[in-house]
């Protein structure tokens, strides 16, 4: 039998911190695959790992303004190996009460000295320890902008560009929801003969009594193997799953079950609204998770084409299909800029989730603030219109074109609506307040807008607009 290396788990969260610092990978994607890589690893080691690494990037402005207060080489001039290994050990030290501040310290010098750094082991310790006790003097900018900045770890710049759009407690508010450990959000999947009936199910609805059954005996199964699965209230398909550790494990997962998803992508479907025999172009899908969706409420009827622009992203989309066990839909890779003049007004139904900044999700993915440019905002937005042009052709006379983002930046939401429908007049904005529940119903704009916030709302911060196409004149 083939003995197993032991693994310092400080050392794989170093690598992924250096991965994405230092090579521009996200996070979300290193950290799953390392964690795939050691699924022996038990459960309590594999969530340290998770744990330090997505807090010291979540908190990296925080941890490198507390490093330039006690050491004397400023962050930015520390080799990048050290530079990481104090941001982790800071994080340990200021975030982590389960972790004594001695064993971060000897843990930290220990690495540096195994990654060929021995003559650093003093200044290493001499900072970790001097943080160790100053922790509680550490002094925070005094200007409103500049203090939001380091607490929350968010660029100025965001914070300005929100400041324009939301109030400061909103604001504030919505930093602290980023920071906050979250459960998953997933879907639960109709049975199969359901899925098979061609329509016939209420989809939304409040209260107990509108949880789905395949939910409850999820539940009861999932709660066997000391996983929690509580209803959401947005919808009586959505709930909160806790207690898990690597999702590949779960039979219900692997029989597509369930999927991972938030919620406010599922409202993407709801106000969509498909009817049995709709015809359904998702223009950007991957990873598929809501064109699988609606190939779900289409209950086996009509067709939903789930495009992307590489192979790899179809991919995605294709493993969602395989595990859903679907035969309504089918991946297809193409580029959403260009026209596709054979699907001209096919479609009852186009979804455009378009690329975009990812400001509302920075809670999930933790790196993405430190990445996106006010440059690379207005590279956005044109991006975003021209596939929106190219779109809008596939929609039929009295078909509709759901337009969604994950960012709460206005110039990527409502304006580009409002550019939309100034360029488009035989589009409107179709009233979506029935497809929502009654919490949400009022915060809907013009009727057809709806914009979540992180922490105002129990969702991602989340951008959807559902605009209909008009019959011709007779």
Same mark, same amino acid.
């Given at each position: ?7 310092n ?7 992924i ?12 994607l ?8 050691? #699924?022996?690893?038990?459960?309590k ?10 807090g ?13 207060q006690f ?18 050990? $800071? ?22 000295v ?9 200044f ?33 710049w ?20 980023? #920071?906050?450990e979250k459960? /998953? ?11 098979g009936?061609? =329509? ?24 066997g ?7 959401h209230?947005y919808? !009586? ?22 999927? $991972? ?15 049995? =025999? ?11 998770g809501?064109?699988v ?15 992307? /622009? ?17 035969s ?22 186009v979804i455009?989730? /378009? ?43 009295? =078909? ?11 110039s ?5 609506v ?5 360029q488009?007049?035989?589009f ?31 969702s ?11 019959? !011709? #004149?007779?």
């Open positions: 039998m083939t003995k197993i290396k032991p693994v788990e400080r050392e794989l969260v170093l690598g911190l250096m991965e994405v610092t230092e090579k521009g990978q996200y996070s979300h290193v950290l799953r695959d390392v964690l795939g890589k050691y #699924q022996y690893l038990d459960k080691e594999r969530a340290f790992i998770t744990r330090v690494t997505e010291t990037l979540e908190h990296m402005i925080e941890l490198d303004y507390i490093l330039d050491s004397k080489v400023k962050v930015k001039k520390m080799k990048p190996v050290i530079r990481n290994i104090l941001r982790s050990a $800071v994080y340990q030290l200021k975030y982590m009460d389960t972790v004594p501040d001695s064993a971060v310290c000897n843990e930290a010098v220990k690495l540096a195994k990654k060929g750094f021995s003559g650093l082991r003093g290493v310790n001499g900072v970790l320890r001097s943080i160790s006790a100053g922790l509680g003097q550490v002094r925070y900018p005094s200007d409103p902008v500049e203090g939001l900045s380091v607490r929350y770890s968010m660029p100025v965001i914070l300005k560009l929100w400041l324009q759009s939301y109030d400061r407690q909103t604001v504030e508010t919505m930093l602290e929801e980023f #920071q906050k459960p /998953l959000t997933v879907r639960v999947r109709p049975s199969l003969e359901n899925i009936e061609g =329509g016939g199910r209420p989809s939304r609805g409040t209260g107990a009594e509108a949880v789905w059954p395949e939910v409850l005996k999820l539940q009861k199964e999932l709660e193997e000391g996983i929690r699965l509580e209803p209230p919808l !009586p398909y959505a709930c909160y799953l806790s207690g898990q550790d690597y999702l590949g494990e779960l039979q219900s997962f692997r029989e597509g079950r369930f999927s $991972v998803q938030d919620v406010s992508s599922m409202l993407v479907c709801e106000t969509a609204a498909p009817k049995p =025999g709709d015809v359904v172009i998702d223009v950007c899908a991957a990873p598929g809501k064109a969706h609606m190939a779900e409420m289409l209950r086996g009827t009509g067709s939903v084409e789930a495009r992307d /622009l590489t192979a790899y992203k179809t991919g995605l989309i294709q493993e969602n299909i395989d595990r859903s066990w679907l309504n839909i089918q991946a297809r890779q193409m580029d959403a800029r260009v026209l596709d003049a054979a699907s001209a007004e096919k479609a009852d139904i455009a989730d /378009l690329p975009c900044s990812g400001l509302g999700v920075l809670g999930k993915k933790t790196d993405l603030k430190y990445n996106v440019t006010e440059e690379s905002l207005e590279s956005l937005v044109k991006l975003q219109r021209e596939i929106l042009t190219a779109a809008k052709a596939y929609v039929r006379p009295g =078909g509709k074109l759901v337009y969604s983002t994950c960012t709460i930046n206005q990527e939401n409502l304006e580009n409002h550019w939309f429908l100034e488009n007049p035989e409107a904005l179709r009233d979506i307040r029935e497809s929502l529940c009654e919490e949400l119903k009022g915060d809907v704009q013009e009727k057809g807008c709806l914009q979540l916030l992180p922490g105002i709302h129990k991602d911060g989340f951008f959807l607009a559902c605009m209909e196409k008009g019959l !011709p #004149q007779r």
